[in-house]
């Protein structure tokens, strides 16, 4: 047994004594009390409130997430404003921010408290297997736009950032149970021991099984997938200046998953991860200390096409959060990063990339309703091969040692020349690495040969945007709405994506490639409100055109990199919701335009486009609380229709549940 999932346990069996990380260094509940609205570290590090982030940010609160009725977090993502969740099975969801979706989708960087869940290997998000239950959840951040100054490699569409509640102030006991049509179960529970404001220890953990959504089937097809995760998560306060925070987690998934190949094949990924932090408020500073490991074991032995390896990510990052005067404030970091990936059959070997980052940060409050914030980083990232000498038969050589050096950086000024108006003006540069596979597969099977190759250039992207946001007390709403301007050099194809090729030899040859860059313009326009009354109510339009700057014939070939034809442009938004006494009733609707997915053809022997109608999905639940620890509730996911197209894969299924929730 591992050495996380030894502590994962030793952390459990505490917690499970008589009463039952996240390491965070804001206390959320009395930052949100005093300000009336959501806190955020996500947009630039240093605590703000929402309403004065410099990026367009979206938070989504734990009563959200409650009134969504939903069992996975695509679900509830669905339903905010830019994003397109694009679901291929029950556990098989790709989420995309202002265009670029696609199958695996490795433009969304994604976090729980800070800490990357994104896999680097592949370059995606297996969103079933992140380690956390909805019910420990405070808030759910979505960052529209690069944010790589503070994030580095892969903040390029966005960041999503999970926000769970802190075990050290936050006392969050609960278990749920739900269970619908498919066949699902779901259940999850989390527990939190603390003492004298010195400790506190969360445990938690989730799983759920379902029948597969039909249509579609390969020979291997897993019928019934499942997931379960666990974690614990522990704060000591040293002293009154100074935390200690100590988090694991495990998890393992089977299931279908849709990559780039545009065919299922059977995935079973084993997780696990042990963090460390350490945050003093000292004379020169908040200084932060924060390690971590993730350790990933896939294996995917399929009819078409079988992968598997180890692939561990090692960081270490630290930080100064200094204010400077009434007006200034500053933050300075360094991160070193290291991902290795291994496998003597798809990678002969093991390669390593390495990266060493140095970033800072800047807010001048030039006015009381003026502020200027400036972010700048730089990634060194350096590439090597140990192992057998590869090279690909009759051309040679395509796995030589690299190094990439790039800067990023975000800048934006925020005015509110009213107390209900606030203008954004931003800039950005982020920049896409190619994923561990792109850079270093060498998969030879029969006639076909797939390959990475050292050769890759990342993906640049330049985003410039202008927000606005007004307050309606007499509405008590809030109109907010964002216009941006995005360039991207270059396009990362995978070795799946590119079109074939033989090789002197004869042999078929997908090669990992850049294509030409794409422009895209676009924005999203909304209204959000409630009343005292108990009524709620959101209404959202999201426009992302996409321009693709390669040939033609090239998109043709290599439909999964043709992002103007896969991009939905148009979206549309609507809710409603009533709190009534003991009942709370709630409905979210989403209307989006065509777009064009890809399949594999196995007569033709490539991805072809696939056609997605435009389409409408409602969901909508009741919840009634019993008394004051128990809630029973009923959820339809896509209720107006028994079988929507929503992806190149499997028909999403309309899915009812009923479940009960207690809380203690």
Not at 46 to 67: F, G, M, N, V, Y
Not at 445 to 460: E, I, R
């Amino acid at each position: 047994m591992s050495a996380s999932r030894t502590i994962v346990l030793a952390m459990s069996l505490l917690a499970l004594t008589p009463e039952g990380t996240r390491a965070q260094t804001v206390d959320y509940s009395a930052a949100e009390g005093m300000f009336g609205e959501p806190v955020t570290v996500s947009a630039t590090g240093k605590p703000q409130r929402a309403s004065e982030a410099p990026t367009s940010i979206k938070i989504l609160t734990a009563d959200d997430i409650r009134r969504s009725g939903a069992t996975d977090i695509p679900s509830i993502l669905r339903f905010v404003p830019g994003l397109d969740v694009r679901r291929y099975g029950q556990f098989d969801s790709a989420v995309g921010i202002r265009g670029y979706n696609t199958a695996l989708n490795p433009r969304v960087l994604v976090l729980v408290d800070g800490r990357q869940v994104y896999q680097d290997d592949y370059g995606y998000t297996l969103w079933s297997l992140i380690p956390v239950t909805l019910s420990e959840i405070r808030q759910i951040e979505i960052i529209r736009g690069p944010n790589a100054a503070l994030y580095g490699f892969n903040a390029v569409s966005g960041v999503i950032n999970i926000v769970t509640y802190d075990p050290l102030r936050d006392r969050k006991n609960a278990v749920s149970v739900q269970g619908g049509t498919q066949n699902q179960i779901y259940g999850e529970g989390v527990a939190t021991l603390q003492s004298a404001d010195r400790f506190g220890i969360r445990i938690s953990g989730k799983a759920t099984r379902a029948d597969e959504f039909g249509g579609y089937r390969a020979i291997d097809t897993i019928e019934r997938p499942d997931v379960e995760t666990g974690a614990a998560d522990m704060r000591y306060r040293l002293n009154d200046k100074t935390e200690l925070g100590v988090s694991a987690s495990i998890g393992q998934i089977r299931t279908d998953f849709y990559p780039d190949l545009g065919s299922y094949l059977p995935l079973d990924v084993e997780s696990d991860s042990l963090r460390g932090t350490l945050s003093s408020d000292t004379a020169i500073g908040l200084i932060q200390f924060d390690a971590y490991r993730n350790a990933n074991n896939l294996r995917s032995t399929g009819t078409k096409i079988d992968l598997g390896w180890q692939q561990d990510t090692t960081v270490v990052k630290a930080s100064d959060l200094v204010r400077i005067g009434s007006d200034h404030t500053v933050r300075i970091g360094a991160e070193y990063r290291n991902n290795t990936i291994a496998s003597d059959t798809y990678f002969s070997g093991e390669m390593t990339s390495e990266v060493l980052s140095g970033s800072a940060m800047w807010n001048w409050q030039m006015r009381p309703n003026l502020s200027l914030t400036n972010a700048v980083r730089v990634d060194a990232m350096s590439v090597r091969r140990d192992g057998s000498d590869v090279s690909i038969p009759g051309i040679g050589r395509r796995f030589e040692d690299r190094r990439i050096v790039e800067p990023s950086f975000n800048s934006a000024l925020l005015y509110a020349p009213t107390e209900v108006d606030t203008f954004r003006l931003s800039a950005a540069r982020a920049l896409q690495l190619p994923s561990l596979l792109s850079l270093g597969l060498f998969y030879s099977q029969g006639p076909f040969l797939g390959a990475g190759t050292t050769d890759l250039d990342p993906s640049a992207v330049m985003n410039y945007e202008i927000g606005y946001e007004r307050k309606l007390p007499t509405l008590g709403s809030q109109l907010s709405a964002s216009v941006f301007v995005q360039e991207t050099d270059k396009t990362i194809g995978s070795p799946f994506a590119a079109p074939f090729e033989f090789t002197p030899d004869g042999q078929i040859l997908t090669l990992a490639d850049n294509f030409d860059g794409s422009s895209a313009v676009g924005g999203e326009i909304g209204i959000d409100g409630h009343s005292e009354t108990g009524w709620r109510w959101n209404l959202s339009y999201s426009l992302a055109s996409i321009r693709d700057r390669s040939p033609d014939a090239v998109l043709f070939d290599s439909p999964s990199i043709n992002y103007a034809a896969q991009n939905p442009v148009h979206s549309v938004i609507a809710g409603l919701g009533v709190t009534w006494d003991r009942l709370e009733i709630d409905g979210q609707a989403r209307w989006q335009s065509e777009f064009t997915d890809f399949r594999f053809d196995d007569m033709r022997a490539q991805n072809v486009a696939i056609e997605v109608p435009d389409y409408v999905t409602l969901n909508v639940r009741a919840g009634y609380k019993l008394n004051d620890k128990a809630t029973a509730s009923v959820t339809a996911e896509q209720l107006n229709a028994a079988r929507i197209l929503t992806s190149a894969g499997r028909p999403s299924e309309r899915r009812l549940m009923a479940g009960l929730k207690f809380e203690f």
